[in-house]
Every structure is written in structure tokens, then in C-alpha cells.
């Protein structure tokens, strides 16, 4: 599978350690593609309607070039930390962005792994899934795998080592 991972958040910590322990292992047997959604220069989505939802955006910046590195995936991982009961700023930028090519992103895999710093059982983590759940019945996606994780310093993540393994065995069992 091509598997395009969107990584949410800005910096090198919990969800980075996430992303590079599922990479590693979905990357023996499958092509993967990173999306740092802080590095990327994406606008955010004018509603201008230019696109159609087929076209691409009108925007002179990387949202068409962000956008069809998604649409050439057959499976899409969402990365995120939870800010603020929801996924970051950047992260969303980018999916508001799939509206300009919203008919050409049906039918994938996807996954969704959530980082934040409180208990998992926490309504923030119920309150992304149900976004994403909804999404994904939109766009006839089938959920592949949910992970969360409670985690707050930095490198919290990056230092269990179960987790990491947990993400390694779950990337590699992707093909
Ligand atoms: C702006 C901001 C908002 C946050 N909001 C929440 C929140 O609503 N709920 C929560 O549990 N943690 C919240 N956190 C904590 C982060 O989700 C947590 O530290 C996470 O592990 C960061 O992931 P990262 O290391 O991948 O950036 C917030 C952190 C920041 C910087």
C-alpha cells in the first residue's frame, strides 16, 4: 500500500515517536509518505467553492501539491496532539484542504493515533474519534486502527518502549 501519514504536530516528541515507530515498521512492506503539517505552506480554506471539489485549490501555496500526495494514498494516517479538545490547527488546515479534491478521496484506509496530556479516558479522545468516524462514513473510509496515548513530557513516548513496539507491530502487520 502507498500510506501517506499526516503528522499534526510541530515539534519532535510524543506524537513524532508515534509516527516514526509506526513508519518503521509499515515501511518494510509498504510506501510511505510523511506530511509534517507545520512545514508545509498550506492556507487555510476560503470556502471560495472555485474548486468544486474536484479541481484543487486556487491557492498559490502547497495545498494542491499536500492534497495529491493524499489523494495517491490507499490508506491515511492522522497523527495528532490534542490541543484544546481537538486535533491541531495545522492538522485541520490541511484536512479542510481535501475539500478541494473531497470527490477524489473516497474508498481508503485509514488510521488515528491521538496524543494528549490526560487519561485516555477522557471525552477529548471520544470527541476526535466521532470527527473522524463521521468523516470517514462520509467518504466510505474504513477504519483500520485508533490508538491513544497519555502522555505529557516530550519524550515520553520515545521512552516507552512498549508503545514504540506496540507501533512498530502494528505498521508492519499493514499490507
Ligand atoms: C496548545 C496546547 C493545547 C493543549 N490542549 C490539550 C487538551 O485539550 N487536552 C490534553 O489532554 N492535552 C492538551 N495539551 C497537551 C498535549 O496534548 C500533550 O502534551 C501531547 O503529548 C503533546 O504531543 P506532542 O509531543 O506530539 O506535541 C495541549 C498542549 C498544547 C501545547
Keep these: 500500500m502507498k500510506i501517506v501519514i499526516l503528522n499534526g504536530s510541530a515539534r519532535k516528541g510524543n506524537t513524532y515517536a508515534c509516527v516514526k515507530a509506526f513508519s518503521e515498521g509499515a515501511g518494510v512492506e ?35 501539491a499536500v492534497v495529491d500526495r493524499i489523494v495517491a494514498a490507499d490508506m491515511i494516517v492522522f ?7 481537538g486535533i491541531t490547527g495545522q492538522l485541520k488546515t490541511i484536512i479542510d484542504k481535501c475539500y478541494c479534491r473531497g470527490t477524489h478521496l473516497k474508498n481508503k484506509k ?7 496530556g490526560s487519561p485516555t479516558d477522557d471525552i477529548e479522545y471520544e470527541l476526535i474519534k466521532k470527527q473522524f468516524d463521521e468523516m470517514g462514513r462520509y467518504l466510505a473510509w474504513d477504519m483500520v486502527f485508533y490508538k491513544k496515548y497519555y502522555a505529557n513530557g516530550k519524550d515520553e513516548i520515545a521512552n516507552k518502549p512498549q508503545i514504540i513496539s506496540e507501533l512498530k507491530a502494528l505498521g508492519s502487520s499493514l499490507r
Excluded at 37 to 57: E, F, L, Q, R
Excluded at 79 to 85: E, R, V
Excluded at 110 to 115: A, K, P, V
Design 30 to 64: 509498504n510506501e510511505i509518505d510523511i506530511i509534517e503539517a507545520d512545514k508545509v505552506d498550506v492556507s487555510p480554506c476560503k470556502g471560495c467553492g472555485a474548486c468544486i471539489c474536484t479541481n484543487g485549490c486556487v491557492a498559490k501555496d502547497d495545498s494542491n
Design 79 to 85: 497523527a495528532s496532539p490534542i490541543y484544546w479538545w
Design 110 to 116: 485509514y488510521g488515528l493515533i491521538l496524543c494528549a
